[in-house]
């Protein structure tokens, strides 16, 4: 592809010569390796002699000639990218050079070509004009365009020669799995012992580029063949408790390789989940290739929970089941103990779905540490184990009993482990947001069924955990806008209108509001991490709550049956519960309304759409807030000083886009902003703060295209809009500054 002008300019003049040493460096470093491997082989074979080691040092010498043509490869690489960095620099400084004689001459250069300023007197007798001078640059692009192709074939060359004589991975055999969990049961692991199994574990594992693949959400080929034999094997072995003894004798073992091979440990189980990661014979992992005690364990529910628990019979044995956190608890209450084991033993079936949700939480939790990615369908799986165990969490005390209170012991952090397992996978939380959960394209489950127990239990983390399924579609959108490789621009969308659509149904407000019945705790005093979440994921989406942004899942009236924003208006009103989701809806809101009120003040613009998308916007913000304020405080005291507060959180800058508009007309300060606040009869500064020194004031941003009549128009929009406020005193105060006529209606003064 021929550079263009801008590309030259930015040339980077080191980064080819990096890799060129790079790669050498690997060479190099090849090359020890090599002569280390044969020399210490030979002095071992000092004394050995016979056929036997004649074969030996054939083998030997063979092994290393064909390391020698593999280092010969690199090194060609290494020498052929050197090559393509002196020719290319050679190439970009004459195209350089050739676009500094054209400014030197006068001309401005840009990548669309030559063109004269207009203070230019003409070229000098006997030199290039423009057009010459864009014929010179465009040949010294095209050259470099050449160069590059050229060099880029030859490298391309030696890498394929490379590729054909680099020995195939190996292949993992039948019994590879059984013999690393023998060896690593025997009682004892050595060093050499540790080394071999990790090793088997980083071949069946992933890189970090291979993690950030498929963090995009691409699809990983990857592994040798028969990775994923051995990981289900190996893992099959093993099981749930087998698992959690090894890592658990890594841990204690603390050495750098016993915790490294305890991170490849966990992240292996996720890698045999993974429908997204194939080997070299597109085998996939996936929930089928899990073992059926992991399987089983991830499905058990009350009345069903995994076979094969047994309670103890002593109450030490019991006790030594538990981990320590919860055997702790039980301990330091007389009695308690002995309490539980009795329950335990009476109710057996219910003991052993209390087992299950115990072992779910160590299992999960160790998992998840590794830092890899779930499949799909174990992801969503763990969703709906976590909404049922905090479902029958908290039923405790209500009728019928379940599991909990018949054996009444409490676990700390229950579900959250497997909820951040499963929101490693962003297409695992866009299923559930939107009810699509084998990913069919159809909704094929209540997704309020999942989602409400989820939003309504009261967290040990406030909700953090849980808000891992709802806070990353704001990122995506930037993510996806600068690497084309995400996959996951379209769900981000979908999933945030399904969790607009949650959160802004009335029966789902006005629960979140009032979380244990009318006047008590609502979302953001309850869990504020899930309410941050809540804002975290929707903040990049405040267009389309304001309709300003009709794209996507998020067409005109999609979420809105009628054009008075009951929706939006519940979204912001629960933003505004926290302050720091307030902050951010308000950043965001004053960032959109920035780049609308713009677009309306620019003498090109013919449209007002843009200032009624920011008097929107801003409407929205601060009936949030008087709304949260209503719902949440009786005195007038109170009231007022939590949408101070609040007004402050939002506006981290004091004034929005429309306060500085307002600003310039001191006459509009108490108008315009009542004109867009939805129903709103109230006059007390609504908008705009009192301005003691006006000329100082903080502004938001450069404001000098805004006039007096920009005011009125923004003015005239809202008021078109919603209406004039009807309160007298509004009236009179638009009387007095004249801009109602003897009709009332609005003009310009």
């Keep these: 592809m021929t550079p263009t002008v801008t590309d030259i300019r930015d040339w980077d003049w080191d980064v080819i010569g990096i890799r060129s040493d790079a790669t050498a460096a690997v060479a190099s470093a090849l090359e020890q390796c090599r002569d280390r491997i044969y020399t210490d082989t030979r002095d071992l074979w000092d004394y050995w002699s016979g056929v036997a080691a004649d074969a030996a ?23 052929k990218i050197r090559v393509a960095d002196d020719a290319l620099g050679y190439a970009v400084r004459n195209a350089r050079d050739k676009i500094i004689d054209a400014e030197l001459a006068g001309f401005v250069v840009t990548d669309n070509g ?5 203070s230019f007197r003409g070229a000098a007798v006997g030199e290039p004009d423009a057009a010459s001078h864009w ?38 055999s039948p019994t590879e799995a059984a013999h690393d969990w023998e060896m690593l049961t025997d009682g004892t692991i050595t060093a050499e012992e540790l080394a071999r199994f990790n090793a088997n574990l980083v071949a069946a594992g992933l890189d970090p580029h291979q993690l950030d693949e498929l963090a995009r959400g691409n699809v990983v080929t990857a592994l040798p063949p028969g990775a994923f034999d051995y990981l289900e094997n190996f893992y099959a072995h093993a099981g749930p408790d087998g698992l959690m003894q090894l890592q658990q004798q890594l841990a204690d073992d603390g050495s750098a390789a016993a915790l490294d091979t ?7 189980l996720l890698i045999l989940s993974n429908e997204n990661i194939s080997d070299a014979n597109d085998v996939r992992g996936g929930w089928d290739r899990l073992p059926q005690e992991v399987r089983d364990l991830v499905e058990a529910r009350p009345g069903t929970p995994p076979p094969g628990y047994t309670v103890p019979t002593t109450l030490d044995e019991f006790l030594n089941t538990l981990p320590p956190d919860i055997r702790s608890e039980l301990e330091s209450e007389p009695g308690a103990a002995a309490r539980a084991h009795r329950d335990a033993a009476a109710n057996p079936e219910d003991a052993a779905y209390v087992d299950s949700v115990i072992r779910n939480r160590e299992l999960w939790e160790f998992v998840g540490s590794g830092g890899s990615i779930t499949g799909t369908e174990l992801g969503t799986k763990l969703v709906e184990a976590a ?37 490693s996978n962003h297409e695992v939380s866009a299923r559930v947001l939107t009810g699509d959960l084998d990913g069919d394209g159809q909704v094929d489950s209540d997704r309020d069924q999942l989602l409400t127990p989820l ?49 802004s149904h009335e029966e789902h407000y006005d629960l979140l509001m009032d979380l244990h019945g009318e006047n008590t705790s609502n979302i953001g005093e309850f869990n504020p991490h899930l309410v941050r979440a809540f804002a975290d994921g929707l903040y990049g989406y405040v267009p389309n709550l304001a309709q300003a942004d009709n794209s996507g899942a998020w067409g005109l009236g999609d979420l809105e049956p009628i ?9 912001f009103t629960l933003m505004a519960t926290d302050s720091e989701s307030m902050a951010t809806f308000g950043t965001a809101a004053t960032t959109f309304n920035r780049h609308f009120a713009a677009e309306y003040a620019d003498d090109s613009s013919i449209s007002r759409e843009p200032a009624a998308f920011a008097g929107r916007l801003q409407a929205l913000i601060d009936r949030g807030i008087y709304n949260a304020a209503d719902e949440m405080f009786d005195d007038d005291l109170a009231r007022d000083q939590f949408e101070h507060q609040r007004r402050e959180d939002a506006y981290t800058t004091s004034y929005t886009v429309i306060r500085n508009l307002v600003a310039l007309d001191p006459r509009f300060s108490r108008t315009i902003g009542l004109g867009m606040d939805f ?61 109602l006529d003897d009709s009332g209606e609005l003009r310009y003064p």
């Design 135 to 172: 014929t010179i640059i465009q040949s010294a692009l095209r050259t470099v365009a050449d160069v590059d192709s050229e060099n880029a074939r030859a490298i391309a060359s030696c890498v394929s020669a490379l590729i054909d004589i680099t020995p195939a991975p190996a292949v993992f």
């Design 114 to 118: 030559v063109t004269e300023p207009e």
């Design 57 to 79: 040092q054939d083998h030997l010498d063979n092994e290393n000639r064909n390391a020698r043509k593999v280092l010969d490869e690199i090194e060609a690489v290494s020498s």
């Design 387 to 423: 909404t049922s165990q905090v479902t029958v969490l908290d039923s405790i005390g209500t009728t019928p009993y379940g599991p909990f209170d018949t054996v009444p012991i409490s676990i700390p952090h229950a579900a959250e482990s497997m909820l951040d397992v499963a929101t």
């Design 262 to 268: 305890r991170t490849n440990l966990a992240n292996g």
């Design 563 to 571: 054009d008075d924003f009951n929706h939006a208006q519940r979204i």
């Design 455 to 503: 939003f309504t239990h009261p967290w040990d983390d406030d909700g953090e955990s849980a808000g891992r399924l709802v806070n990353w579609m704001s990122e995506e959108i930037g993510t996806a806008h600068n690497d084309s490789t995400s996959t996951f621009a379209d769900s981000a969308g979908r999933s945030a209108f399904g969790l607009a659509q949650y959160l």
């Design 679 to 739: 129903y709103s009869n109230d006059i007390h500064d609504v908008f705009v703060p009192a301005f003691e020194d006006r000329e100082n004031s903080p502004f938001t941003g450069d404001f000098s295209t805004y006039s007096a009549s920009n005011s009125y128009f923004l003015l005239e929009s809202a008021v078109a809009q919603h209406g004039l406020p009807q309160d007298e005193r509004v009236l009179a105060d638009l009387n007095r500054i004249g801009l």
